[in-house]
């Protein structure tokens, strides 16, 4: 399998190249040259088969440079029970007769990101060792909160591997910040940026982008890539779980193998929804992508109108990290809708960054409207959502997970439809206790208590264990406190990794 740009630049690379680089030399995004298929027959083995087996099988199909002993080593150093609590990896629950939650926060971090996270770190490694690279791989990562932590975990003390963070200094929930902050590991650093995630984002891509730099990094035997979606090795594990739940389900008989199922994802960067979007290609009977955005609902009206526009009001929300406004996934996307039209995509994008907005064709929009919903929450509808499934239920989500049960009750409400639905639960609500308890006990019950106090009450109220990671923050030190401008991130990565010293 041969990897492209969406912006018709780079042609013809393998999976390792692809993974290494992270994002096309032209500014475009690596798409696959055909997308894989799955048999029943293919599905009906794998059902019998565990997440770890079946995310070999998936890989295989689209890294075809790896040799099978290779992923299956990369696979089981990253999907295990020192890593995730819970043998299943990414369980699936069951909520009522219609809707099932997809549950991908098990890892380190306490949300979905690490379902990739502690997987790219591996396939970073094996690339460069297979391929002889000589250089450290720099990876520049742009977070609204979760992406950050993950890949400091993930790639913390990784030999050949430094890691810098930005995430936006106002934009995270208290405890995503204290997760990175407190960072340990030789190679990583952390660095709070004022504005928002979409100045992070593209600030790092500013500097992915800058050839002058790119040479410095070259003479000090350093090259960049991502470890956000950007990166098609982030992509590839999180199509592993979309399959994987369905099968789930199939084994349990709780559907037929012919039975359509819709799918609803949270999501600002537009990665996850386009992981369950390739799932769907590659045969798992998806009938309706349900894509839930929270007040910065530019997905959602991009998905309604086909006009994509980024210029309106940035919301700071209570789900932060789908506070975005550019969705940098969303150009693969449109490469798929356009047939691969490289030149239209490369003119969207570039009215896009000119005018901050572009509008697609009617065949493309019509083919979006056929397979995607958008629908989206504000923070009151994502609190009552919150509260409701807890009362109904007894079950706590996540505010970024209860934006998509809101949306998704939306749905079913306008459009009557009565398919089973897959919820992925994006994060812990452990990261989000606060506004979780707001919404479960009141604002009395938050009020003047710390951090590690809510933990508790949450603990009592869903009856569940705080996750290790999070209690384990109270101890540990701040380690990370540089912060700047969106203009200055590039010297900061000059000083951070000493380039210009001789
Ligand atoms: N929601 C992300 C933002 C970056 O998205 P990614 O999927 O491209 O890494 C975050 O929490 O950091």
């Known amino acids: 399998m041969l990897y492209k740009s969406t912006r018709g630049g780079d042609a013809n690379l393998p999976s390792m190249d692809v993974i290494k680089q992270g994002i096309a030399s032209d500014g475009g995004l ?107 791989i720099v990876i520049l990562v742009a977070t609204s909160g979760d992406t ?18 930005f995430y936006p200094k106002e934009g995270v929930s208290s405890m995503q910040q204290l997760q990175m902050i407190t960072q340990e590991g030789a190679n990583v650093h952390v660095v709070a940026v004022e504005g928002n995630f979409d100045s992070a984002q593209s600030g790092v891509k500013a500097i992915f982008a800058d050839k002058q730099l790119e040479q410095k990094m070259e003479q000090k035997g350093y090259r960049f890539s991502s470890a956000n979606s950007i990166n098609w090795g982030r992509l590839v594990p999180q199509i592993v779980y979309y399959i994987s739940a369905w099968l789930n389900m199939l084994k349990a008989g709780e559907i037929s193998e012919d039975q359509l199922v819709d799918v609803v994802v949270p999501t600002g960067n537009f990665g996850n929804i386009l992981a369950a979007y390739y799932a769907k290609r590659m045969g798992v009977p998806i009938h309706r992508l349900i894509c839930a955005s929270n007040r910065n609902k530019v997905l959602a009206d991009f998905i309604n109108t086909g006009i994509y526009d980024r210029r309106r009001e940035f919301y700071k929300t209570i789900s932060p990290s789908m506070d975005i406004l550019i969705s940098s996934n969303l ?35 019509h083919r ?41 009750d939306e749905y079913r409400r306008q459009t009557g439809d009565d398919h089973k639905a897959i919820l992925a639960s994006t994060a812990s609500p452990f990261k989000f206790a606060g506004d979780v308890l707001r919404a479960i006990l009141g604002q009395d019950a938050v009020e003047g208590r710390g951090e590690f106090e809510l933990l508790d009450v949450l603990s009592r109220v869903s009856g569940l264990n705080i996750p290790l990671s999070l209690a384990g923050l109270k101890e540990k030190n701040i380690r990370h406190t540089i912060s700047c401008r969106q203009d200055q991130m590039k010297d900061v990565v000059i000083e951070l990794l000493k380039i210009d010293e001789v």
Not at 148 to 154: D, V
């Open 30 to 136: 690596f798409v696959p040259d055909e997308i894989p298929g799955l048999s029943m027959d293919d599905f009906r083995m794998l059902a019998q088969e565990g997440y770890r087996e079946r995310a070999v099988k998936v890989l295989s199909l689209f890294l075809t440079d790896y040799s099978q002993e290779d992923l299956t080593r990369c696979v089981y150093s990253a999907y295990n029970l020192e890593k995730f609590d819970v043998p299943d990896i990414a369980p699936v629950l069951k909520l009522d007769d219609q809707l099932y939650i997809l549950e991908l926060w098990h890892g380190p971090t306490c949300a979905f990101k690490d379902m990739a996270l502690q997987l790219l770190p591996h396939l970073m490694v094996t690339a460069a060792k297979r391929t002889g690279e000589k250089d450290d």
């Open 148 to 165: 950050g932590k993950a890949a400091l975990e993930g790639f913390k003390d990784v030999s050949g591997t430094h890691v810098v963070v």
């Open 331 to 365: 150009e693969r996307l449109l490469f798929e809708l356009s047939g691969g039209d490289h030149e239209r995509v490369k003119t969207w994008m570039a009215s896009l960054q000119s005018e901050g907005q572009y509008r697609i064709d009617d065949d493309s929009l």
């Open 368 to 408: 979006l409207q056929e397979v995607f919903w958008g629908g989206y929450a504000d923070d009151a509808q994502t609190l009552q959502a919150i509260r409701s499934t807890y009362q109904e239920y007894n079950y706590v989500l996540d505010p970024h997970t209860a934006v998509g049960k809101w949306v998704y």
